[in-house]
């Protein structure tokens, strides 16, 4: 006979194998989420790869303890199996203090202390290789820094899902509820594994919790939003869109209170965008290519290009500081006037004169995009 | 001829359930996407054969469920009395559920397909059909829980007929993708047949085991062809669409497009006028007063006019069939309208060339 099991043991390895697909299509989800946008370079996108990789070990890890218990009989190699299954496990927490020790994240908590913990999560790794899993301390190590490090990424979840607005904040809020009753989950396991509990009902609260959890995941990762860097949106001054071949503006929108020093701004700007690039391109013959960012005292303009040839449309973002994600919302909001606009824009030229009117109905979206 | 044992027993016995396990949860997940896939529609857009899938997957993933504590966590030794029958056992128990759930989430998607195809003679043939057979199930389930395997024979011989049928009116539909859809059912049929008491006794667990495996590669393929199909609502409605006039409030006509050829209509002015006297007399007739963003439909025999409101414009659309989807696309396209011309639209001067980009819009959206 290959494995014997009894029946309940049958049943709670279907409930292992249920969370453990759910869990990989999870991660499988996590990282072709990431993958779709990693060109964008937000960094905190990066919340998409390391809850990728923190499932990736949370259910290798998981899984790997319920085949010890369950099919592993010789006492060393349960021994060994346990120590990777407590690796993994560790390995899963470095992966959210990776995520939290982003330098953007100094805004709302001290992120010395996720590279701290990051280093102290070494200790249970090397005490778990080293000393035998039943042991006491073993257990009380494992323990005491598996709830330090919660209790930090708690604080962390409430500070963080407080600074956020909108839809990234409800899908955060079920990330966080979804990873957190995973976490709850992995309690319950080790403390049967401790010994302090038998082999009992324990076990189906465990994976039922770990389901529940990885499902609210599930729910919150599905259409997650590109995720900004924390108060982008005051770092913007204004928008132009311009016609280069016409040297005339298209639309323009005012994200602050900045008045313009001239009455005829926008045309100002649109043939002075246009005049300066022509200029730079003689003076460095670089006549193939466009210029992308003009710094200028206290602010910066930063330059994305329409792709719908043969229009010459180029779409100027003025901000105070240089930030990924406001070149990120420079992109989206070329995409999304292409996109609106993509049968006015084919026959701009017969609407010269009325662009103000045409396309003063774009507040509607750039309202929309500022959530 | 093999003799079997039940429960399922020896090395194959943990395999095969895992096996047998994958493929149920996968199934169940199928079903959520349709599940998902109607609720995630706008309301006048659901279309019931989401609904008709989400039960036909669920269905087949529980009567599996059913099925696997009946071959493998229950005795099959016939006790006397069993319950509330004469005789029976565990197994056959767990089966009948098994058989039942089946029957009853099939009789859901038969009512749910029917709603919107005529199949034979009128609407829900089949259904009443199928919903007949439930019936004798129940009773001959009552009377002797081991008579009623036959009767599921002869019940999935006739569900096959009816999908086959179904499926050969369901592919004409499909542009692309159709050899997955194909051979994900194909292998589904197979399989099924492999894991059957009848295969099994032929071709003992190892037949189950292949037939499992069967069943998981044709619900991952289907998993991957459902989630690339667009949504039921969508099929062929454009070939419905005949015309589309947009009226300002004033009740002039600012554009029109007839799309069949076949279509003879009158001058688009008049079309316009009278539009908007319907539309006046509907506010009064309904006491609704001046509603807007709200969708009339006007219906004669093989005619349907779609009226959609909006705040300074009113989109008409004319359909040889009443549908939900060009509703949606009406609105989406008199809301566009309106929001890309709001400020012309405010102190319009007669002039129509400022909205010729209409007419790539329409073509984008009525046109295939």
């Keep these: ?371 | 001829m093999l003799f079997l044992e039940f429960p399922i027993s020896g090395d194959i016995r943990l395999p095969l359930l895992i096996m047998e396990w994958i493929f149920i949860i996968t199934g169940f997940e199928i079903s959520l996407i349709f599940l998902v896939r109607y609720f995630k529609q706008e309301k006048t857009l659901r279309n019931l054969q989401d609904v008709g899938y989400f039960s036909l997957f669920f269905g087949f993933s529980l009567m599996w469920c059913f099925y696997i504590i009946g071959n493998y966590f229950v005795e099959d030794d016939i006790i006397s009395p069993f319950l509330i029958w004469r005789s029976g056992s565990a197994r056959a128990f767990f089966l009948n559920l098994g058989y039942f759930t089946m029957i009853f989430f099939t009789t859901i998607f038969l009512f749910c397909v029917e709603k919107y195809i005529v199949f034979i003679f009128k609407r829900y043939v089949f259904t009443t059909i199928f919903s007949i057979c439930a019936i004798i199930f129940l009773i001959l389930f009552f009377i002797d829980i081991r008579i009623t395997q036959a009767v599921t024979y002869i019940y999935w011989l006739s569900f096959s007929s009816f999908f086959v049928i179904y499926l050969i009116k369901f592919m004409k539909k499909l542009e692309k993708n159709r050899i997955f859809f194909f051979s994900g059912l194909l292998l589904m049929v197979f399989g099924f047949a492999l894991t059957t008491d009848v295969a099994i006794t032929i071709f003992g667990l190892e037949g189950r085991m292949i037939g499992s495996i069967l069943q998981l590669f044709s619900v991952v393929i289907l998993s991957y062809f459902f989630l690339t199909l667009p949504p039921f609502s969508e099929f062929d409605w454009q070939d419905k669409i005949e015309a589309l006039f947009l009226v300002n409030s004033a009740g002039i006509c600012i554009y029109y497009k007839v799309f069949s050829e076949r279509k003879d209509l009158m001058d688009e002015n008049l079309i316009s006028a009278a539009i908007t006297s319907i539309n006046i007399m509907l506010r009064e007739l309904s006491e609704t007063g001046e509603e807007r963003n709200a969708i009339s439909v006007l219906q004669k025999k093989g005619e349907n006019v779609i009226i959609y409101q909006a705040k300074n414009v009113s989109g008409i659309l004319y359909t040889s069939e009443e549908l939900n989807f060009p509703k949606v696309v009406l609105k989406y396209f008199v809301d566009k309208f309106e929001t890309l011309y709001h400020n012309i639209l405010l102190v319009w001067d007669g002039a129509t060339d400022i909205f010729k980009p209409a007419e790539i819009m329409a073509n984008d959206l009525f046109c295939k």
């Design chain 1, 1 to 371: 006979m290959l494995f014997q099991l009894n029946k309940i043991q049958e049943i709670e390895l279907l409930f292992y194998l249920t969370t453990t697909i759910l869990g990989i299509q999870l991660v499988i989800y996590f990282l072709y989420r990431y993958y779709k946008i990693r060109d964008e370079r937000l960094p905190l996108n990066m919340i998409l790869l390391s809850f990728g990789v923190f499932f990736i070990f949370f259910i290798i890890s998981d899984f790997i303890l319920a085949i010890n218990r369950l099919f592993i009989l010789d006492p060393i190699w349960t021994e060994i199996i346990y120590k990777f299954g407590y690796v993994s496990m560790f390995l899963s927490t470095i992966a959210l203090l990776f995520f939290i020790s982003i330098k953007e994240f100094s805004k709302i908590i001290n992120t010395k202390i996720a590279k701290s913990l990051i280093i102290i999560n070494l200790i249970p790794i090397i005490v778990v290789i080293l000393l035998p899993s039943s042991e006491l301390f073993t257990f009380l190590i494992v323990t005491i820094i598996l709830s330090a490090i919660l209790i930090y990424f708690l604080i962390f979840q409430i500070r963080l899902i407080n600074t956020s607005k909108g839809i990234i904040k409800n899908r955060l809020l079920l990330i966080f509820i979804g990873t957190d009753l995973s976490i709850i989950s992995l309690f319950v396991v080790m403390e049967i594994i401790a010994g302090f509990y038998p082999l009992n009902i324990l076990i189906f609260m465990g994976i039922s919790l770990l389901m529940a959890g990885l499902i609210i995941v599930l729910l919150g990762v599905h259409s997650f939003p590109a995720f900004y860097e924390l108060k982008w949106k005051d770092n913007l001054l204004r928008l132009l869109i311009i016609d280069q071949k016409n040297h005339t503006s298209l639309y323009s929108y005012d994200f602050s209170e900045l008045k313009s020093k001239h009455k005829d701004y926008k045309r100002l700007f649109s043939g002075g965008i246009t005049g300066i690039d022509s200029i730079l391109s003689a003076i460095t013959k670089t006549e193939g290519e466009k210029m992308n960012k003009i710094k200028q005292a206290d602010s910066l303009i930063l330059l994305e290009y329409g792709t719908r040839s043969p229009l010459q449309i180029a779409y100027a973002l003025i901000v105070k500081e240089d930030l990924d994600s406001n070149r990120f919302f420079l992109k989206t909001i070329k995409n999304q006037f292409e996109a609106f606009y993509k049968e006015i824009l084919s026959e701009v030229d017969s609407f010269i004169g009325s662009e103000e009117q045409l396309f003063g109905s774009f507040d509607l979206i750039i309202k929309g995009l500022l959530y």
